[in-house]
């Protein structure tokens, strides 16, 4: 069975940081990401990296704040989000697939999300 947890989320003041974890289990995935859903918004692309870490994309609103890397020996991505705003305030959902593409499609796989919380 597959299935990928997410793990730390939390509040943070404005201008902090978090990192986020997401780890796979029941097989690997070529390309790993992360989507965010705001309140009353749609669900929105934040970041993808492919299996060797070698080709990365941002989405605009993140890029020079938050950089994602994955652990292949640990089946793991990661999301390390620095200058934190409030409107980076979201439910953070990990994704995963067989394909790495730019833009990224809509991944097959989703794990259930992670809250993260900016207080300005």
């Known amino acids: 069975q597959v299935q990928l947890v997410e793990s730390g989320g939390g509040l943070v003041q404005a201008g902090g940081s978090l990192r986020l974890s997401c780890a796979a289990a029941?097989?690997?995935?070529?390309?790993m990401g992360w989507f965010r859903q705001a309140p009353g918004k749609e669900r929105e692309f934040v970041a993808v990296?492919?299996?060797?870490?070698?080709?990365?994309h941002y989405a605009d609103f993140v890029k020079g704040r938050f950089t994602i890397t994955r652990d292949n020996a640990k089946n793991t991505v990661y999301l390390q989000m620095n200058s934190l705003k409030p409107e980076d305030t979201a439910v953070y959902y990990c994704?995963?697939?067989?394909?790495?593409?730019?833009?990224?499609?809509?991944?097959?796989?989703w794990g259930q999300g992670t809250q993260v919380t900016v207080a300005s």
């Open positions: 029941g097989r690997t995935f070529y390309a």
């Open positions: 990296i492919n299996w060797s870490g070698g080709n990365t």
């Open positions: 994704a995963a697939d067989t394909s790495y593409s730019t833009p990224w499609g809509i991944p097959k796989y």
